[in-house]
């Protein structure tokens, strides 16, 4: 594959990437039944340059869809199990002296991986959160006034119990601010559950999930993307999405513009997964509720009313019209 450039994306880049989306997707359906959607949309994170939020419960594949995506990538994984007595040294490496050779070494913590698992995040205290976070947004780690850069695709797919709070650190909205989409995985439906309850099933399996691209073309094509055309009647939808956001009475907390920017890169990235060097209203539409719902904070009155963020978001995007095709 070629340099990249801040050429305009061609169909012939679009259709190979398209179809390196879908191998990679199907890779890791082997170890993920029936998943797709969630699949789809991790992928989407990872080729924006973004990080996810799932929020599930236990036994759902959390720990199987990170390790399945770094295989199929051909990456490393790893996973980082957050606890109340988790140091951020624990999670973004130290200092520590070589008696050998009498020099300080920096010693690479688990977040020097390519897919990073940060299990029950919001279980360990605030100023660790706030080490992987601050990896998250700067993408280096600072150690004796050193920085040290993690690489290229950097995907941290971080989860949370929503059923047991005991013990437990809650994110504060900006720290939410800072993963680009969450989801959940969910339980799998009846059919796809029988197959996963077989005797032999490849469900689970990672060393079975092959590897079928790189992280080096998975870098490329994310800059790649950056450069898919989005059309000003598209950005206006985005912008009066976050607009209508703000305006409505029943958020304390509307869109942020790293939100509607974050939206904009999912966007050009699930357009090119379609097949298309553009995007349409309906791409807009698909990833708001992923993107923009858990950085929305209700008002009390909501809250005690039994509103949903996705609720008021879906109704704050009904009320913005729809851009039409030109003639």
């Not at 907390?253 to 553009?278: D, E, I, K, P």
Request: net charge neutral.
């Amino acid at each position: 594959m070629t340099a990249m450039t801040s050429a305009p994306v061609g169909e012939h880049e679009i259709a190979a990437f398209r179809l390196l989306h879908s191998q990679v997707a199907d890779a890791v359906e082997t170890a993920l039944l029936g998943k797709r959607d969630v699949i789809d949309l991790v992928l989407v994170a990872m080729f924006a340059g973004g990080h996810v939020l799932l929020e599930d419960v236990p036994g759902t594949g959390k720990t199987t869809l990170a390790r399945a995506v770094a295989n199929a990538l051909g990456g490393q994984s790893r996973r980082v199990q957050f606890t109340p007595d988790l140091l951020p040294s624990d999670v973004t490496g130290t200092s520590v002296y070589d008696p050998r050779s009498g020099e300080v070494r920096f010693r690479p913590g688990p977040v020097f991986a390519n897919v990073v698992l940060a299990d029950e995040i919001n279980r360990a205290a605030a100023k660790t959160q706030s080490a992987l976070l601050e990896v998250m947004e700067e993408r280096t780690v600072t150690v004796d006034g050193v920085g040290h850069p993690v690489g290229e695709p950097f995907l941290v797919v971080a989860t949370q119990n929503p059923i047991d709070l005991d013990g437990t650190y809650r994110l504060p909205e900006a720290q939410l601010d800072r993963f680009m989409l969450r989801t959940s995985i969910g339980y799998p439906e009846r059919q796809h559950e029988l197959n996963v309850l077989r005797p032999g099933s490849p469900a689970g399996r990672i060393v079975q999930v092959p590897a079928v691209t790189s992280p080096q073309m998975v870098a490329q094509y994310s800059h790649l993307l950056a450069n898919l055309h989005v059309a000003e009647p598209i950005l206006t939808y985005i912008s009066e999405i976050g607009a209508a956001t703000r305006a409505s009475d029943r958020l304390r907390l509307g869109a942020s513009t790293r939100g509607l920017r974050a939206l904009v890169r999912c966007v050009q990235v699930y357009a090119a997964a379609q097949g298309r060097h553009f995007v349409v209203p309906s791409d807009v539409q698909r990833l708001t509720g992923p993107v923009l719902a858990h950085r929305l904070v209700l008002t009390r009155e909501a809250l005690l009313a039994g509103a949903t963020s996705e609720e008021v978001l879906s109704a704050a995007v009904q009320s913005v019209p729809v851009p039409r095709p030109g003639p």
